[in-house]
DNA sequence: GAGAATGTGGGGAAAAGTGGGGAGATCGCC
DNA sequence: GGCGATCTCCCCACTTTTCCCCACATTCTC
């Protein structure tokens, strides 16, 4: 599995695109053919996944029971935000007008490493997230994973 | 399997026809033979299933037990809004006058891709569905897929 | 310091979305 | 049964968007 970490600051062009950081492609897994799934996240910003890895979310999605309205609901709001973007020739993808909508994505974006996916940021939106959890990063530790 | 995902608004010329978005086109299985059927949703809304897919529910609803009122009725309910329509060259469907009608669709259609199906909503009947079910999104995952 | 790799910007061909005309089929009416 | 009106398809034409390619500046590496 890909493990993304690191920040970087980069620009989006008129035409929407982004780079996405060398570092990070080269951390690609071949199965996932240089194309990520976009979506919605469930902060202020836009969660990119490998596609290998967004496959898994896909087969897991796909096994709800179709007849109920709480999955079907589900199924919704999720699948309707997502959308596939493959790497271009210089290495960036392009944002839709949906998705960089609902983050505030303006000319800049804020990339972070999440592990599995990349997160994207408006940086002020970013700086405002921080604001509203500036709780102390030992406190969080020991809530989190303190046994 | 096709999956559809993703979202688009698109127009309804003056003959009822609406374009299906090019890259739900070519997630079409070649089973589908660019045809769908659409059919009533349970939300105000057009289901629109690959032929493939149709043809397992219709399946489904053939095993049903006829000796069942309750199966009888669904059976009814569920094929009498049945329409089976093709791709033109241009990749676009005819909506029904029914179907439109019942899903409130006007010269705008809001497309969404739902794993094995799309639907077809009115924009403002799907913001008025939003308003209707506005649940936290984590909630909601934790309620259907939460172990 | 030279060369390669990375990030940024833009032009142009190709595809996608939209609108409308016209031939053929279907239906109703005379 | 004949005729006209309506509807359905298929085709053509135009506009907009998308995608691919090329070019340049900056940074990194050796």
């Given at each position: 599995m890909?493990?993304?970490k690191g920040?970087?600051?980069y620009s989006v062009d008129a035409k929407g695109r982004t780079a996405i950081p060398a570092k990070m492609r080269s951390a690609l897994?071949?199965?996932?053919?240089?194309?990520?799934?976009?979506?919605?996240?469930?902060?202020?910003?836009?969660?990119?996944?490998?596609?290998?890895?967004?496959?898994?979310?896909?087969?897991?999605?796909?096994?709800?029971?179709?007849?109920?309205?709480?999955?079907?609901?589900?199924?919704?709001?999720?699948?309707m935000w997502a959308e596939e973007v493959s790497l271009d020739g210089q290495g960036r993808i392009s944002l839709p007008k949906s998705l960089s909508e609902y983050a505030s994505i303006g000319d800049k974006v804020l990339i972070i490493g999440a592990m599995d996916r990349i997160e994207l940021?408006?940086?002020?939106?970013?700086?405002?997230?921080?604001?509203?959890?500036?709780?102390?990063?030992?406190?969080?530790?020991?809530?989190?994973?303190?046994s």
């Open positions: 890909a493990r993304f920040q970087a600051e897994s071949p199965d996932a053919q240089n194309t990520f799934t976009l979506t919605k996240g469930f902060e202020p910003c836009i969660y990119a996944y490998p596609q290998d890895q967004w496959k898994i979310k896909e087969e897991e999605y796909g096994s709800l029971n179709t007849n109920s309205r709480d999955a079907r609901h589900l199924v919704r709001m999720i699948l940021w408006d940086p002020e939106q970013f700086a405002n997230y921080l604001q509203d959890h500036k709780e102390d990063q030992e406190t969080l530790v020991e809530r989190v994973m303190g």
